[in-house]
């Protein structure tokens, strides 16, 4: 009796360690019945296990129904900032929202709008790329408006200045805010000189120790150049590369607040143009720097394309 009681003991230790590993497939006893048990998803009984699983699944669409909702929120958010913002500057639309940065740079090869030469840094007018993006750079550094500067931090419209030491050594000061709200500082010679009729030795001196000064004064060391007037030679490209820069961006379009002027005939903007203005203000064009950026980004908004940070490209 026993040796039964200990064989019978055994087949249903065993049994019972079969149905905990086969719980989950549905395991109810020796026999499974030929149809369902009606009280199989009572609370307390085997045949509930198999609804176990499945119990998870709401929990979890309502955990992603719920980041999707939060997502939503953010955007719902962030467009109606973006829309204060433009209403709040007088913009007609908000400005489209820049591609994100590319990963790397793109390699410069010799076409319509980028001229090469061996030992010398690239000449460029038009960055290849097949973004719907266009580039705004500012030149000089007279004009030092705080409003400006607000207007592009609140619209988040990048920009990349290119500055000249005898306009701007009086406010450094701005120029090191407007950097730290992610406006890209480059050089623009130290007394913006027409350099096509210096000597090398001159042209150096006006780059390199631009080069210097900003590096002190912003604390960036610019890799890219843009000559005044958009006027260079060979000399000015050797000088340049001597100091570290790296390309020399110039423009196919002007902006100004009540127009652009264009350098083609069709008069209109390509996926990488650079549009050049400058630090100006009333005294020179009747109209304040608010008034200059809120065409440009009007014009540029309603010809379907966004503005980008040229450093980011070139």
Same mark, same amino acid.
């Given at each position: 009796?026993?040796? %039964?009681?200990?064989? @019978?003991?055994? @087949?249903?230790?065993?049994? $019972?360690?079969?149905?905990?590993? $086969? =719980?989950?497939?549905?395991?109810?006893?020796? +026999?499974?019945?030929?149809?369902?048990?009606?009280? /199989?998803?009572?609370?307390?009984?085997?045949?509930?296990?198999?609804?176990?699983?499945?119990?998870? !699944?709401?929990?979890? *669409?309502?955990?992603?129904?719920? +980041?999707?909702?939060? /997502?939503?929120? %953010?955007? *719902?958010?962030? *467009?109606?900032? $973006?829309?204060?913002?433009?209403? %709040?500057?007088?913009?007609?639309?908000?400005?489209?929202?820049?591609?994100?940065?590319?990963?790397?740079?793109?390699?410069?090869?010799?076409?319509?709008?980028?001229?090469?030469?061996?030992?010398?840094?690239?000449?460029?007018?038009? =960055?290849?790329?097949?973004?719907?993006?266009?580039?705004?750079? =500012?030149?000089?550094?007279?004009?030092?408006?705080?409003?400006?500067?607000?207007? /592009?931090?609140?619209?988040?419209?990048?920009?990349?200045?290119?500055?000249?030491?005898? !306009?701007?050594?009086?406010?450094?000061?701005?120029?090191?805010?407007?950097?730290?709200?992610?406006?890209?500082?480059?050089?623009?010679?130290?007394?913006? #000189?027409?350099?096509? =009729?210096?000597?090398?030795?001159?042209?150096?001196?006006?780059?390199?120790?631009?080069?210097?000064?900003?590096?002190?004064?912003?604390?960036?060391?610019? %890799?890219?150049?843009?000559?005044?007037?958009?006027?260079?030679?060979?000399?000015?490209? #050797?000088?340049? $590369?001597?100091?570290?820069?790296?390309?020399?961006?110039?423009?196919?379009?002007?902006?100004?607040?009540?127009?652009?002027?264009?350098?083609?005939?069709?008069?209109?903007?390509?996926?990488?143009?650079?549009?050049?203005?400058?630090? @100006?203000?009333?005294?020179?064009?009747?109209?304040?720097?608010?008034?200059?950026?809120?065409?440009?980004?009007?014009?540029?908004?309603? /010809?379907?394309?966004?503005?980008?940070?040229?450093?980011?490209?070139?």
């Amino acid at each position: 009796m026993s040796g %039964r009681r200990h064989r @019978r003991g055994t @087949r249903t230790g065993l049994l $019972a360690a079969v149905c905990l590993t $086969a =719980v989950l497939a549905g395991c109810a006893g020796p +026999a499974a019945p030929s149809k369902p048990a009606p009280d /199989a998803g009572a609370p307390g009984k085997v045949g509930a296990a198999p609804e176990a699983a499945p119990l998870l !699944l709401p929990g979890a *669409a309502r955990q992603e129904e719920e +980041a999707g909702s939060a /997502a939503a929120a %953010r955007q *719902a958010e962030t *467009a109606g900032a $973006a829309l204060e913002a433009a209403q %709040r500057w007088g913009l007609d639309h908000p400005p489209l929202k820049a591609p994100p940065r590319p990963a790397t740079r793109a390699a410069l090869t010799p076409v319509q709008g980028v001229k090469l030469k061996d030992g010398r840094p690239p000449v460029v007018f038009r =960055v290849p790329t097949e973004d719907k993006v266009v580039f705004l750079t =500012v030149d000089d550094g007279y004009e030092k408006d705080p409003e400006f500067s607000r207007m /592009a931090k609140e619209l988040g419209i990048p920009l990349s200045a290119f500055l000249s030491d005898y !306009l701007v050594r009086d406010n450094y000061g701005y120029y090191r805010d407007l950097h730290q709200q992610g406006v890209e500082i480059n050089n623009h010679t130290i007394n913006h #000189r027409n350099l096509k =009729v210096l000597d090398y030795e001159t042209q150096r001196q006006e780059i390199c120790n631009q080069q210097d000064q900003l590096e002190q004064q912003i604390g960036v060391r610019p %890799r890219l150049f843009r000559p005044p007037y958009g006027e260079y030679n060979d000399d000015t490209l #050797r000088a340049a $590369a001597s100091c570290g820069v790296q390309a020399v961006p110039l423009w196919n379009e002007e902006a100004f607040p009540d127009h652009m002027e264009w350098r083609y005939d069709d008069r209109k903007l390509h996926s990488g143009d650079i549009i050049l203005t400058h630090f @100006r203000g009333v005294s020179d064009w009747k109209a304040t720097m608010p008034d200059l950026l809120r065409k440009v980004v009007n014009d540029v908004t309603a /010809a379907g394309f966004s503005l980008g940070r040229l450093d980011d490209y070139l």
